[in-house]
């Protein structure tokens, strides 16, 4: 069984009333624990509502969603399903609840009743592993929205939360602020064994994952690993999804009759290809 | 022009003071408070003006403070003086068109008026040691006995502490907003306060819309951190009555014990 399974899932927006609007249509997807997901997709595409039906922040219209084998449903299992998926939001000043940084952290164990010495052993680890121990006793709107980003990815650490669900959390930072979030997720996933379900229009964000979910008008379209999305970059386009800078690239020299191979789609690779084309450029270069 | 400004008038410092627990302080001041109304001597007024000077001292927070915190008063404390000086019945110091001047007046007056600078200096005194975090945490917990015939202790310490993390926030976006008006042309410092008043809407209606939506998204993360109320919660930072809040709470009863003894003996 996975850890994550959504099964037939439908969400409708104001059910029965005239602005009546389906979010999520008939959904399946697995997410498996250890697992780095990405889901992509345009404006309204659905992917922040079925974030939200992840740990019960929202319930299916239709279909079910389970998380540990937990119906999302069952009213008794919500906090224990809340502990075991943590949320990290788009905005980040709207997720920080205290005026300290350490007691936001414990703001979650706090709330599921641990020990006060767990919870100042639990934000101490939490700190650490995000980089953030010097700003232990910092007011939070003193730090940088990459920052703050990790201060919330730590209060959701903090609950020794399984999953890590983060709805955009990249939309509002700077270049900086993006690489250090994405940083640190990545950093969680491989060395903690964290899954995370990274919700981005940023291509450049998804290739770090090991399968990427691509959404539109509340469908799952496509699904793979980052080589087959990447691959077709004509139907990206056609979902309103940009396509990485290299991938975009060498599909156009492709088109000019250059012989790049398919499936490039990070900026090293397809430097490290040209180069090498350079080098041996007289047979390589058609016509 | 927001940016500067600090909440409360908590000054940081390291004295005896600033590490008593935050309950004992807001019992005790309840305490001496209504000991200045009860021991109302002239011994025991002296007594109260050397504590008071005395831990204003040993709490290291500087003279201007004091001075600070009595200024908003300083016409309510003049006005009751001045009241007490031409009221009060007696023999005349001097006599000004209708109004006598006398010595009880001026006795009573200046009773009266170093009363009030008391109270006013005690409680500062609190508010400059004990941070609004420390001070909201103590409140819920002193108020939580109350929970049971409905006062929503744990609440209200949380709406607290929202407004705390959430007006540094709000200030800077008003900042913004005032700004971007601006930047298209609205004025905001000149005609008269009908203009100025009608130029703040503009300001007011995007904050208020903004807040609204923050509210929202920040009960979200609330719920997705598993907030469920006050309770089955813990609290990281445990209040804890040391040595010194013993001490401290040993003194003050000792003193009103001799000032007790004083006030029965009509010394």
Request: charged share 20%; glycine share 8%.
């Amino acid at each position: 069984m996975s850890f994550i399974e959504l099964e037939n899932l439908s969400h409708i927006y104001h059910k029965g009333q005239e602005n009546e609007f389906p979010a999520l249509r008939h959904v399946n997807l697995s997410i498996e624990e250890g697992e780095f997901v990405a889901i992509l997709g345009a404006n309204g595409s659905g992917k922040s509502t079925l974030a939200k039906h992840l740990n019960a922040l929202l319930l299916p219209t239709e279909g079910h969603c389970r998380v540990a084998g937990m119906d999302t449903r069952e009213t008794d299992a919500v906090w224990e399903i809340r502990q075991q998926v943590g949320m990290v939001f788009q905005n980040p000043d709207n997720q920080i609840i205290a005026a300290i940084v350490e007691d936001d952290i414990a703001f979650g164990p706090e709330n599921l009743g641990v020990p006060p010495e767990e919870i100042r052993r639990r934000v101490s680890e939490a700190l650490k592993t995000v980089h953030m121990r010097k700003y232990r006793t910092f007011a939070p709107h003193l730090l940088s929205g990459g920052q703050k980003q990790r201060i919330a990815i730590a209060g959701a650490l903090a609950m020794e939360t399984k999953c890590l669900v983060l709805d955009e959390p990249t939309a509002m930072l700077d270049p900086q602020g993006r690489s250090e979030v994405l940083g640190t997720v990545k950093r969680l996933h491989e060395e903690k064994g964290i899954t995370v379900v990274y919700i981005t229009h940023f291509m450049e964000e998804a290739i770090a994952a090991d399968r990427i979910v691509v959404m539109e008008k509340g469908n799952v379209v496509m699904e793979g690993v980052p080589k087959e999305i990447f691959g077709t970059p004509e139907k990206l386009k056609q979902w309103n999804l940009d396509v990485p800078l290299a991938a975009d690239i060498s599909e156009k020299l492709r088109r000019k009759g250059w012989k790049i191979p398919k499936g490039i789609y990070e900026s090293e690779k397809l430097i490290e290809v040209l180069v090498k084309m350079a080098a041996g450029r007289k047979s390589v270069v058609g016509e | 022009m927001l940016s500067d400004i600090t909440i409360g008038q908590y000054f940081p410092g390291g004295s005896l003071l600033h590490r008593m627990d935050p309950r004992v302080k807001i019992v005790l001041l309840f305490f001496f408070l209504i000991g200045i109304f009860f021991f109302d001597t002239v011994g025991a007024y002296i007594v109260f003006s050397l504590l008071t000077g005395g831990l204003f001292y040993f709490s290291g927070i500087p003279m201007r403070m004091m001075t600070k915190s009595l200024r908003p008063l300083l016409w309510i404390i003049l006005f009751t003086f001045a009241i007490h000086l031409f009221s009060t019945p007696g023999e005349d110091i001097a006599r000004i068109w209708m109004f006598h001047v006398t010595w009880e007046g001026l006795g009573k007056g200046i009773f009266i008026s170093l009363r009030l600078v008391l109270l006013i200096l005690l409680s500062s005194l609190l508010t400059f040691t004990t941070s609004p975090l420390k001070l909201t945490d103590a409140l819920e917990r002193l108020l939580s006995p109350l929970k049971r015939v409905g006062v929503p202790a744990h609440e209200l310490a949380m709406m607290m502490t929202i407004a705390l993390r959430f007006i540094p926030t709000l200030i800077e976006e008003t900042d913004k907003i005032m700004k971007a008006q601006q930047s298209r042309g609205s004025d905001f410092t000149t005609g008269n306060l009908m203009q100025r008043a009608k130029q703040i809407v503009p300001v007011l209606v995007p904050l208020f819309i903004s807040a609204f939506r923050r509210a929202d998204e920040l009960a979200m993360a609330m719920e997705a951190r598993c907030y469920h109320g006050g309770e089955g919660r813990t609290q990281m930072k445990v209040l804890r009555v040391s040595s010194i809040d013993y001490v401290a709470c040993g003194a003050s009863v000792l003193l009103c014990g001799m000032l007790a003894l004083l006030k029965w003996n009509n010394l």
